[in-house]
């Protein structure tokens, strides 16, 4: 059995503001080693559980944040970003389950370090008219290779909202959230106790499932005007209100390439503190 770890790091162990998730600081090279303790013991449980293989596709900001030289043996990680399919790379070559380790709610949701892609440009994106996180983004396009979503792990908010878009996955919290930049954590003896055992059970979904392949649409809104005016630009994206754009594909593979372009031209047409 071959599982895929999509592992994002605002989510993981401890983590509650912005110093701990992002590169260069004292703070993220310390919850770096727990970021990579909650993949350790995920991939243990996976193994123990009849994984025969587990690549873990690092999908935070810079995605080199992974400790590779402690890392599960057992595992390979890809690292490094300007993937194709980004968060989700590998998800398409024939593995039998996926892992969303470290997830976030999102973009105008309570939950610690709440966001869609962008930090804090983005107050709202819907998939097919219904709100969508990075996990309900990321689970159709799971679906669209047939792959089940096992497990998803981040605060009791990340939890939450997967109950809706992955019923069947099994959702550890290994953080109840306060605010956006506070949260009651668990030390990471007992997380990654919670973590082994759950991925353990979660393995009795693995396998293949029918692919859903159907269109989508998806409609993002923005902070700002001229973020939605710089989006536009982009061939099939319309402008549906002030802040607001929408674009539809053919399948949901070619919706995340979209719309991870509209993402990074906003990324791009900010400007300092006045966004």
Request: with cysteine.
């Amino acid at each position: 059995m071959r599982i895929l770890i999509s592992a994002d790091m605002e989510g993981a162990t401890g983590v509650t503001w912005t110093d701990d998730v992002v590169p260069g600081t004292e703070q993220w090279q310390r919850f770096r080693r727990l970021f990579t303790g909650d993949v350790n013991a995920t991939v243990a449980g996976l193994h123990e559980g009849g994984a025969t293989d587990v690549l873990v596709n690092e999908a935070h900001s810079s995605q080199r944040n992974l400790l590779l030289e402690d890392l599960d043996v057992r595992a390979r990680m890809l690292t490094g970003r300007h993937k194709p399919l980004s968060m989700m790379q590998g998800i398409d070559s024939g593995v039998d389950g996926v892992v969303f380790l470290g997830y976030h709610a999102g973009a105008g949701a309570d939950g610690v370090l709440s966001h869609t892609y962008l930090e804090n440009q983005i107050t709202g994106v819907w998939l097919d008219g219904v709100p969508a996180s990075e996990g309900r983004l990321n689970a159709a396009l799971a679906a669209e290779y047939g792959v089940p979503v096992l497990m998803v792990t981040g605060d009791d908010k990340t939890c939450d909202d997967a109950r809706d878009y992955a019923p069947e996955a099994l959702g550890v919290a290994v953080k109840e959230c306060v605010s956006r930049y506070a949260a009651i954590c668990t030390p990471p003896q007992r997380t990654a106790t919670a973590l082994r055992v759950a991925a353990e059970r979660a393995m009795t979904r693995a396998g293949h499932a029918e692919p859903e392949r159907r269109p989508h649409r998806i409609e993002v809104e923005f902070d700002a005007s001229h973020l939605a005016q710089a989006t536009a630009v982009v061939p099939t994206v319309e402008r549906t209100g002030v802040r607001k754009v929408g674009f539809e594909a053919a399948d949901m593979t070619e919706a995340m390439k979209a719309f991870k372009v509209v993402t990074a031209i906003a990324a791009g047409a900010v400007q300092g503190i006045y966004g």
